[in-house]
């Protein structure tokens, strides 16, 4: 077996596509450290857009419900959709590592991952908020 054919990417050294020239861009440590750190910038975006959704949405089941929403469970809901938002935003800075590991233009994917992901949060927001609504009311 010939050493080119043994050849793959590691943490160390970047994958640019071809055998021949392993040492071309910058190693994964280094694109992680550059995406979370933008990723970072982005998460005060993120926070801020999905607490206005969410407040849009509570606010008139407070007023609808009375203060149910307002309550212990209520407000333990609404913390556990928080972590979990937080906990799905990391796939973004995850999959742009790797996009650009494997040599692809950043920017379309970064702004395409951001906007998809934050719909998608804001979708599971409606439904998890409604969902709860319902069996408080119930």
């Given at each position: 077996?010939?050493?080119?054919?043994?050849?793959?990417?590691?943490?160390?050294?970047?994958?640019?596509?071809?055998?021949s020239?392993?040492?071309?861009?910058?190693s994964l440590?280094?694109?992680?450290?550059?995406?979370?750190?933008?990723?970072?910038?982005?998460?005060?975006?993120y926070?801020?857009t999905?607490?206005?959704?969410?407040?849009?949405?509570?606010?008139?089941?407070?007023?609808?419900?009375?203060?149910?929403?307002?309550?212990?469970?209520?407000?333990?809901?609404?913390?556990?959709g928080?972590i979990?938002?937080?906990?799905?935003?990391?796939?973004?800075?995850?999959?742009?590592?790797?996009?650009?590991?494997?040599?692809?233009?950043?920017?379309?994917?970064?702004?395409?991952?951001?906007?998809?992901?934050?719909?998608?949060?804001?979708v599971?927001?409606?439904v998890f908020?409604?969902?709860?609504?319902?069996?408080?009311q119930?």
């Amino acid at each position: 077996m010939s050493d080119s054919a043994d050849i793959s990417p590691t943490i160390d050294t970047p994958f640019t596509g071809n055998s021949s020239s392993n040492h071309a861009g910058p190693s994964l440590l280094s694109l992680a450290r550059s995406v979370f750190i933008e990723w970072e910038r982005l998460r005060i975006v993120y926070i801020v857009t999905l607490g206005a959704f969410t407040m849009m949405l509570a606010v008139p089941g407070v007023f609808y419900n009375g203060s149910q929403l307002l309550s212990m469970r209520g407000l333990l809901m609404i913390a556990e959709g928080a972590i979990v938002a937080n906990i799905i935003y990391f796939a973004g800075p995850t999959t742009e590592t790797y996009y650009r590991w494997l040599g692809y233009d950043r920017k379309s994917c970064r702004w395409f991952l951001f906007l998809s992901g934050t719909l998608l949060t804001a979708v599971l927001a409606i439904v998890f908020l409604s969902s709860r609504l319902i069996s408080v009311q119930n």
